[in-house]
């Protein structure tokens, strides 16, 4: 069983608004593979150019571009909203990166109200989402949005 509670000072604290965007999403990638149960794969595309590109990510190497409107990512992109998948081999068009996923969680991130990029999250468990992960995973994401907010040097890439 994951502490959520514990975990969630984990986060918050290691997600600065003062260091560089990348390295906050790079180490928060590591942070959810690494302490929470049946985890393999959690990570960031960014969309640039209307397409979503691969970012800092933990787990096996993954599909570097996605198309909007196209498999879990593309599609909570389209639609703007959190994409909860219990069965990745039950969502029509579901990318398979890593073959041993089997559900899947896909949170829009957003900045000035624009969604800037996803946290996808893969566990190799069915079902593996409830509501304390929907729940720590949304306030893993605002705390993001406000960290992207407050320093926006990743946008000058
Ligand atoms: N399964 C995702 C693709 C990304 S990987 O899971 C890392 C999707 O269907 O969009």
């Given at each position: 069983?994951?502490?959520?509670?514990?975990?969630?000072?984990?986060?918050?604290?290691?997600?600065?608004?003062?260091?560089?965007?990348?390295?906050?999403?790079?180490?928060?990638?590591?942070?959810?593979?690494?302490?929470?149960?049946?985890?393999?794969?959690?990570?960031f595309y960014f969309l640039i150019d209307d397409v979503l590109n691969l970012g800092p990510f933990c787990g096996l190497p993954a599909c570097?571009?996605?198309?909007?409107?196209?498999?879990?990512?593309?599609?909570?992109?389209?639609?703007?909203?959190?994409?909860?998948?219990?069965?990745?081999?039950?969502?029509?068009?579901?990318?398979?990166?890593?073959?041993?996923?089997?559900?899947?969680?896909?949170?829009?991130?957003?900045l000035d109200k624009r969604v800037v990029c996803v946290l996808d999250i893969d566990s190799p468990v069915l079902n593996r989402f409830g509501?304390?992960?929907?729940?720590?995973?949304?306030?893993?994401?605002?705390?993001?949005?406000?960290?992207?907010?407050?320093?926006?040097?990743?946008?000058?890439?």
């Open positions: 069983m994951t502490d959520y509670n514990a975990l969630w000072q984990s986060a918050e604290s290691l997600l600065d608004p003062q260091v560089h965007p990348l390295s906050n999403l790079a180490n928060i990638s590591a942070l959810i593979r690494f302490s929470i149960t049946d985890i393999n794969w959690s990570g570097i571009r996605i198309p909007v409107g196209r498999g879990v990512c593309g599609t909570a992109l389209q639609q703007d909203m959190v994409l909860c998948v219990p069965d990745v081999h039950a969502f029509s068009g579901h990318i398979a990166c890593d073959c041993n996923s089997r559900s899947e969680l896909v949170i829009p991130i957003h509501e304390d992960e929907l729940d720590f995973f949304g306030k893993t994401a605002q705390r993001i949005e406000y960290c992207l907010a407050e320093n926006r040097t990743l946008w000058k890439l």
